[in-house]
């Protein structure tokens, strides 16, 4: 695995930068909503928690087993933070991450996660050089499934109620891709965007 990334990437809407002290207000503005939390598997932190959690983020190491790296998701005609995305690395030695996102639903149906998770999915592969890079998902998230189907990833598993919140089991998909299949997928877009 090669060293930190240095943000910020631009893609074609969206920067994907580290978050910045000024973001507390719009990270609270998703990150205290039931409806985003439902698929978290938790309640949402409340006023100090939510402080102390967004500290954490600022300052989270990006070296080891279970570090995360969190990037800030704003629009480029405008600057707002209208998301996150994330790394989090699950097995160094065996060059493995998963992939996360947490959007505002105000900004839905536009196409920008898929667009900031095939920038952090790239990011992974290409710069911090994973092999394989997977996410986990509430089955009845479908936002969420819809973004890596979009993406072109694989569902490898369907986990049997293997998480449970207020009294309710879940069921997860794990979605993946190694890094071959991503540069394939790719190659296969360039060409037919020719």
Same mark, same amino acid.
């Given at each position: 695995?090669?060293?930190?990334?240095?943000?910020? &990437?631009?893609?074609?809407?969206?920067?994907?930068?580290?978050?910045?002290? +000024?973001?507390?207000?719009?990270?609270?503005?998703?990150?205290?909503?039931?409806?985003?939390?439902?698929?978290?598997?938790?309640? *949402? *932190?409340?006023?100090?928690?939510?402080?102390?959690?967004?500290?954490?983020?600022?300052?989270?190491?990006?070296?080891?087993?279970?570090?995360?790296?969190?990037?800030?998701?704003?629009?480029?005609?405008?600057?707002?933070?209208?998301?996150?995305?994330?790394?989090? &690395?699950?097995?160094?030695?065996?060059?493995?991450?998963?992939?996360?996102? &947490?959007?505002?639903?105000?900004?839905?149906?536009?196409?920008?996660?898929?667009?900031?998770?095939?920038?952090?999915?790239?990011?992974?592969?290409?710069?911090?050089?994973? !092999?394989?890079?997977?996410?986990?998902?509430?089955?009845?998230? !479908?936002?969420?499934?819809?973004?890596?189907?979009?993406?072109?990833?694989?569902?490898?598993? !369907?986990?049997?109620?293997?998480?449970?919140?207020? +009294?309710?089991?879940?069921?997860?998909?794990?979605?993946?891709?190694?890094?071959?299949?991503?540069?394939?997928?790719?190659?296969?877009?360039?060409?037919?965007?020719?």
């Amino acid at each position: 695995m090669n060293a930190t990334p240095h943000p910020p &990437i631009r893609t074609e809407r969206l920067t994907l930068r580290q978050f910045a002290r +000024d973001d507390l207000a719009a990270y609270s503005a998703y990150h205290t909503r039931a409806d985003v939390y439902r698929f978290l598997y938790t309640a *949402p *932190p409340a006023a100090e928690a939510l402080k102390a959690q967004f500290e954490a983020v600022l300052s989270a190491p990006f070296a080891n087993d279970g570090d995360t790296l969190r990037l800030a998701v704003t629009r480029s005609q405008d600057g707002a933070l209208i998301g996150e995305v994330l790394l989090k &690395i699950a097995n160094k030695a065996a060059l493995q991450a998963e992939v996360g996102y &947490i959007f505002n639903p105000a900004f839905a149906g536009k196409g920008y996660a898929t667009e900031a998770v095939r920038a952090i999915i790239d990011l992974g592969f290409d710069q911090l050089g994973y !092999h394989r890079i997977f996410a986990r998902l509430d089955t009845l998230n !479908h936002g969420s499934i819809g973004v890596v189907e979009r993406l072109k990833m694989r569902k490898e598993a !369907h986990l049997i109620q293997n998480d449970r919140f207020n +009294d309710t089991w879940g069921d997860e998909f794990i979605y993946a891709m190694l890094k071959s299949e991503w540069q394939t997928s790719n190659a296969q877009d360039a060409r037919s965007n020719r």
